[in-house]
T-cell receptor
Framework: GEDVEQSLFLSVREGDSSVINCTYTDSSSTYLYWYKQEPGAGLQLLTYIFSNMDMKQDQRLTVLLNKKDKHLSLRIADTQTGDSAIYFCAENTSGTYKYIFGTGTRLKVLA | SAVISQKPSRDICQRGTSLTIQCQVDSQVTMMFWYRQQPGQSLTLIATANQGSEATYESGFVIDKFPISRPNLTFSTLTVSNMSPEDSSIYLC?????????????FGQGTRLTVV
């Protein structure tokens, strides 16, 4: 089946690291994404990882992929108040247009 | 990349009425997608709009309730018909385009619909 799950809320203090987790069920997924949605805005792609990778680092962002457990995580180092948003993981299989989105994690950064 | 503009950004509508949401893309794209984001929930694909043919609807969504137009390669509309409070949601237009080393989904800012 196609189901992508995330915890709904995460609260961290400014300067700490945030880790947002995601589990998915479609083992044929080729790409896994992290999108950010700020209040009143659409979704914006933050980063992505190919399914043949274990880790990807992009400035303050680190994506870890455990294919065996179908677990994806996003780590934000030195979290800032501007990082407060809803974060969605999503999966997509090469050759299809369908994206399966997670339920979204609302990150609140406390000053 | 693609820049997507949606109108209106928000609206409050009476039950039983209809609302048409417009989506304009700054480049020509083959497929345009309409999603619904209900409060506290994930994005659900409503339908795929192709230029020159009828839209393809996902399970649980029908053309009578969500008619879609796609008159050209840069524009689409989604109508939410005979609205009820359960239709209160954010509606998002999306396209796929070449991004940073891969094909990625780009989104409009969304239309926040409240039905009273």
């Amino acid at each position: 089946g196609e189901d992508v799950e995330q915890s709904l809320f995460l609260s961290v203090r400014e300067g700490d690291s945030s880790v947002i987790n995601c589990t998915y069920t479609d083992s044929s997924s080729t790409y896994l994404y992290w999108y950010k949605q700020e209040p009143g805005a659409g979704l914006q792609l933050l980063t992505y990882i190919f399914s043949n990778m274990d880790m990807k680092q992009d400035q303050r962002l680190t994506v870890l992929l455990n294919k065996k457990d179908k677990h994806l995580s996003l780590r934000i180092a030195d979290t800032q108040t501007g990082d407060s948003a809803i974060y969605f993981c999503a999966e997509n299989t090469s050759g299809t247009y369908k994206y399966i989105f997670g339920t979204g994690t609302r990150l609140k950064v406390l000053a | 990349s693609a820049v997507i503009s949606q109108k209106p950004s928000r609206d409050i509508c009476q039950r039983g009425t209809s609302l048409t949401i417009q989506c304009q893309v700054d480049s020509q794209v083959t497929m345009m997608f309409w999603y619904r984001q209900q409060p506290g929930q994930s994005l659900t694909l409503i339908a795929t709009a192709n230029q020159g043919s009828e839209a393809t609807y996902e399970s649980g969504f029908v053309i009578d309730k969500f008619p879609i137009s796609r008159p050209n390669l840069t524009f689409s509309t989604l109508t939410v018909s005979n609205m009820s409070p359960e239709d209160s949601s954010i509606y998002l237009c999306s396209v796929e385009s070449a991004g940073r080393g891969l094909t990625e989904a780009f989104f409009g800012q969304g239309t926040r619909l409240t039905v009273v």
